[in-house]
T-cell receptor, first 112, second 111 residues
Framework: GESVGLHLPTLSVQEGDNSIINCAYS??????FIWYKQESGKGPQFIIDIRSNMDKRQGQRVTVLLNKTVKHLSLQIAATQPGDSAVYFCAENTQAGTALIFGKGTTLSVSS | DGGITQSPKYLFRKEGQNVTLSCEQN?????MYWYRQDPGQGLRLIYYSQIVNDFQKGDIAEGYSVSREKKESFPLTVTSAQKNPTAFYLCASGRGEETQYFGPGTRLLVL
């Protein structure tokens, strides 16, 4: 079926490093993508989104890149901090008004 | 304070019992969603509603029921037909194709 997946289930970085979390999607009709951060025992928290008419969008310390040619999405976190440790999910919306499709998530661990 | 609230935070179900999870939002969003999350897994859609008095089944609707009588509220009932209900349940709301915002979740455990 159509689904969003992530390349790596875990990523370990040192504090201050830049982190890159990757996501591949399979539906070329998807037009809206979101990155969420989920801390243990909490609901997912919106980080940043991007529409298919863009290839890059920046937020505070985060950048999302979209490559529609290879159906790839990435989240870059600059100067990673221990508070960034969490599970990161990408999600896509393939049809307006319907629910998102989520990947399984990448667990980011930041050590001091 | 605006947002999405879910209650209770923890819920215990006895075998054969129906339980209802509450979800309320004051963000004036038309659409509301219920997801189930199992350990180490992504989110799977149970039900969603795009407008009051209307809702659609998601990928794993069997053993669950919902209602949408008010814009602000979208309760989920886990029925006795759901044989493996232990999971983290997440409610979300949004404006259709835009970002969905999540509540804090309810953890359901079986006694």
């Amino acid at each position: 079926g159509e689904s969003v997946g992530l390349h790596l289930p875990t990523l370990s970085v040192q504090e201050g490093d830049n982190s890159i979390i990757n996501c591949a999607y399979s539906n070329s009709a998807s037009d809206y993508f979101i990155w969420y951060k989920q801390e243990s025992g909490k609901g997912p928290q919106f980080i940043i989104d991007i529409r298919s008419n863009m290839d890059k969008r920046q937020g505070q310390r985060v950048t999302v890149l979209l490559n529609k040619t290879v159906k790839h999405l990435s989240l870059q976190i600059a100067a990673t901090q221990p508070g960034d440790s969490a599970v990161y999910f990408c999600a896509e919306n393939t049809q307006a008004g319907t629910a998102l499709i989520f990947g399984k998530g990448t667990t980011l661990s930041v050590s001091s | 304070d605006g947002g999405i609230t879910q209650s209770p935070k923890y819920l215990f179900r006895k075998e054969g019992q129906n339980v209802t999870l509450s979800c309320e939002q004051n963000l004036n969003h038309d659409a509301m969603y219920w997801y189930r999350q199992d350990p180490g897994q992504g989110l799977r859609l149970i039900y969603y509603s795009q407008i009051v008095n209307d809702f659609q089944k998601g990928d794993i609707a069997e053993g669950y029921s919902v209602s949408r009588e008010k814009k602000e509220s979208f309760p989920l009932t886990v029925t006795s037909a759901q044989k493996n209900p232990t999971a983290f349940y997440l409610c979300a709301s949004g404006r259709g194709e835009e970002t969905q915002y999540f509540g804090p979740g309810t953890r359901l455990l079986v006694l």
